[in-house]
């Protein structure tokens, strides 16, 4: 199992707000910063979010990210048709480097 | 225009050696800050980080997989190669590379799928 812990699914409807919870540990989230990918099935991933909440150009400002203390969380609002996509936290940690989450499913009801 | 792509064998067999070059684009590898790193992800599960290299040859492996992984960089060839020992068919995945600035992956190749088998 992954080090840093996703719900498997989320969803909602169009226009929706949707959050994604990533929960870590003292040696990983805590004590790093956490980026988020957005992977459309059979494609790469994409780099969403960096250092906490922090979105490359060309993101849009419906994706947000924070977090606090052990845990990260990534935001969607107005949810959108070509959101559906799986969704990963990932973190460094402290003795065992790069580590992810097991990714979140978004679907859009 | 930043550009990566992952090339190498799309089968090998148990207890082979896997070796997989990225071929990059875009940007050097003796810029401060950057990297390139492999992510492995089987067939429906989730990503692994399996190597990253630095602008200073710093590398970084997961301490389980360690010992059975390398990573090198060529400056003027404009490569990274990992090399995998002891492949078993739990190792059946795609492979990426990607780089960014230290874990911050912006960029990502296409991943080649590796089957182990025999």
């Known amino acids: 199992q992954s080090v840093l812990t996703q719900p498997p699914s989320a969803s909602g409807a169009p226009g929706q707000r949707v959050t994604i919870s990533c929960s870590g540990s003292s040696s990983n989230v805590e004590s790093s910063t956490v980026n988020w990918y957005q992977q459309v099935p059979g494609t790469a991933p994409k780099l969403l979010i960096y250092?906490?909440?922090q979105r490359p150009s060309g993101v849009p400002d419906r994706f947000s990210g924070s977090k606090s203390g052990t845990s990260a969380y990534l935001a969607i609002s107005g949810l959108q048709s070509e959101d559906e996509a799986d969704y990963y936290c990932a973190g460094w940690d402290d003795r065992l480097n790069g580590v992810f989450g097991g990714g979140t499913k978004v679907t859009v009801l | 225009q930043i550009t990566l792509k992952e090339s190498g064998p799309t089968l090998v067999k148990p207890t082979q050696t896997l070796t997989l070059t990225c071929t990059f684009s875009g940007f050097s590898l003796s810029t401060s800050g950057v990297g390139v790193a492999w992510i492995r992800q089987p067939p429906g599960k989730a990503l692994e980080f399996l190597a990253l290299v630095y602008w200073d040859d710093d590398k970084r492996y997961p301490p389980p997989l360690k010992s059975r992984l390398t990573i090198t960089k060529d400056t003027s060839k404009n490569q990274v190669v990992l090399t995998m020992t002891n492949m078993d068919p739990v190792d059946t995945a795609t492979y990426y590379c990607?780089?960014?600035?230290?874990?911050?992956?912006?960029?990502w190749g296409q991943g080649t799928l590796v089957s182990v088998s025999s």
């Open positions: 990607a780089y960014g600035k230290w874990w911050e992956l912006e960029y």
């Open positions: 250092s906490n909440d």
